[in-house]
């Protein structure tokens, strides 16, 4: 198979794979795909009324990503969304269309068209399996339950949100469980893929043991 010039970022939530793939996209220069961002962004149009054959449409002439220095920013008719997006309404709508045939197959061609031939970083739970298969270097980023949940809490509580670690915990098994399990796309690692256990690792170290990948890889 003809590889291409992309590296996959796959995992479950909150094992930072969203951190990792920004940081390595800046140093890179390559472009970002953030591919939950665009069944957020299917889940946000659904809930506006749209058709499930209009989403495709709106989000490839209306959309806009722009990575700044610290963020994925996401705009819709020159709004800026990003907040909307990442609320939990939009997070479990998403979740639950996720699973649908029609929508993996409609942003399909919207992920695929990402890669422009020049490099791309793409960051989701079906990347190195099915979006990119045919990628130079796939990562699966992972991180136990307790970890991934002490992660989450202390985004919350920066956030100035009321959580409780039980209930995190409960969370991320149930949707551990909900995206490995559906028919279509579960997550799992592809078979290439370089498995990266974050659990007792920081993001700088993560970030060193992925370009010492892109090293091998790309050179
Ligand atoms: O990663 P994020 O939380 O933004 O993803 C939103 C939802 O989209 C998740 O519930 C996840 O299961 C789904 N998703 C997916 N395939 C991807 C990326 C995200 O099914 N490649």
């Not at 590296?7 to 996209?25: E, M």
């Not at 031939?117 to 270097?137: N, W």
């Not at 699966?140 to 991934?148: I, P």
């Not at 985004?155 to 009321?162: F, S, T």
Request: charged share 30%; glycine share 4%; proline share 1%.
């Amino acid at each position: 198979m003809q590889k291409i010039n992309v590296i996959t970022i796959d995992g479950p939530s909150a094992s930072g794979k969203g951190a990792l793939s920004k940081a390595i996209a800046k140093s890179s220069q390559f472009k970002l795909l953030d591919s939950g961002a665009l069944y957020r962004l299917y889940a946000y149009l659904s809930n506006m009324n749209f058709k499930s054959n209009e989403i495709a449409d709106q989000i490839k002439k209306n959309v806009i990503f722009e990575l700044g220095n610290q963020d994925l920013s996401i705009k819709y008719l020159d709004n800026d969304v990003t907040d909307d997006l990442r609320s939990e309404i939009i997070a479990k709508t998403a979740s639950d269309l996720s699973s649908r045939k029609e929508v993996r197959t409609s942003l399909y061609n919207i992920q695929r068209n990402f890669y422009d031939g020049s490099g791309l970083v793409a960051d989701g739970r079906d990347m190195g399996t099915v979006i990119f298969k045919d990628a130079k270097l796939k990562v699966f980023l992972t991180a136990s339950t307790e970890e991934r949940a002490k992660r989450r809490y202390l985004e919350l509580q920066n956030r100035g949100q009321e959580v409780n670690m039980r209930e995190l915990i409960d969370d991320i098994k149930k949707r551990d469980l909900k995206d490995s399990s559906r028919e279509l796309s579960p997550l799992f690692p592809a078979e290439d893929a370089h498995i990266i256990d974050s659990s007792n690792l920081s993001l700088k170290e993560v970030f060193s043991i992925t370009e010492n990948l892109i090293k091998k890889e790309f050179n």
